[in-house]
């Protein structure tokens, strides 16, 4: 059976950081594309960014150049760095993956197989 496991999540204050993980058991994470998203309370879930199976990494605007996605696919584990958090990223957030080798990404929820229960990130002003 195939689980995502995300850690990582808490609170904290704005301007500071978090480091997210999203952990694969039952599958590898070695031929995946790995995309993170998000939702906020009251709000759809939203694209964050993603790594695809070459490492090549993309991010949703609201994010870019202060969250950052890494692999280890040794781990089965991806990354996500969450620097100079804002109350704006106070969200569950979730990790999925789908087979996917070569530079292929997606940024809709229905390109991704599978899917982690989630972490809380609350950031506080």
């Known amino acids: 059976q195939v689980q995502l496991v995300e850690s990582g999540g808490g609170l904290v204050q704005a301007g500071g950081s978090l480091r997210l993980s999203c952990a694969a058991s039952?599958?590898?994470?070695?031929?995946?594309?790995v995309g993170w998203f998000r939702q906020a309370p009251g709000k759809e879930r939203e694209f964050v960014g993603a790594?695809?199976?070459?490492?090549?990494?993309y991010y949703a605007d609201s994010v870019k150049g202060r969250f950052t996605i890494s692999r280890d696919n040794a781990k089965s584990t991806v990354y996500l760095q969450m620097n100079s958090l804002n109350p704006e990223d106070t969200a569950v957030y979730y990790c999925?993956?789908?087979?996917?080798?070569?530079?292929?990404?997606?940024?809709?929820?229905?390109?991704?197989?599978?899917w982690g229960q989630g972490t809380q990130v609350t950031v506080s002003s």
């Open positions: 999925a993956s789908t087979l996917s080798r070569g530079s292929w990404y997606g940024t809709k929820e229905h390109e991704y197989d599978y």
């Open positions: 039952g599958r590898t994470f070695s031929n995946d594309a």
């Open positions: 790594i695809a199976w070459v490492g090549s990494t």
